[in-house]
């Protein structure tokens, strides 16, 4: 494959894709003559990997370089060390990769512009000033790919759906990864070294991400059907919102 398609397999633009290249994060392509580069789908999986450690684990690119190399981190994970914790895992927004122009993605999503800046406004997403123009953290960039994906599926405004509609999931998203994080820390505190629990944080978190969306799968399919039997009235929006439930 060339690397337009590379990109539409992936969802990572070009330009990170040279990035992993040049730190031989990924296989150098085939290349039949010098001018030619051809991708398999080991780079497909190569790519995913590396975005799954920098979306994920929040892994920065000398992190992920330095495990594939094989080395380590040494320490136990107490309070105190969340630090290095946080470096290995890189919770901090904006450290997966270069950033990636919102004109980039006007091509395959025309609102690209429109849905980041009203992402941005309920604070789900942060727009970055380049000299480029606006842009968006590669995890950023994916949140509007998705929106533009729902809205080919038809959750546009001819159903008055819009990003707006997302704000309750800014309170559920830390409400849960509040509870996660002090849960987590309370049980590795003293018993694990550092590079042991960024590898359990790294299966985890895929893990309990398709978990919990079986659960709200289940859920939906259940309050559809209470709705349709005139069984359920109220909207979550008048519910108790999770940063009002007990912890």
Known sequence: ???RELEDRTGVHRETIRVYLRE???PAPERPR???ADYGEEHVQAILSVRRLQRENRLTLAQIKAIIGG???EGRVEASAFDQLEQLVAHRVGVDGPPVTIASLLERYPHAT???RT???IGILDIIETDQGEALSITCAQLVRIWGDMRKAGFDQRLDYTPDILGFYTEAADFVGRWEASTFMERVDGHIDVAEAATMVEHALPLMLDFFGLMRQRAFFRHVDAIRAGKETDRPDEM???SSAQH
């Open 24 to 26: 031989g994060l990924i």
């Open 240 to 242: 108790v919102k999770p």
């Open 114 to 116: 429109e849905d980041a």
């Open 71 to 73: 080395e380590g981190t």
């Open 1 to 3: 494959m060339k690397m």
């Open 34 to 36: 010098k001018t030619v």
């Open 119 to 121: 992402l941005a406004k």
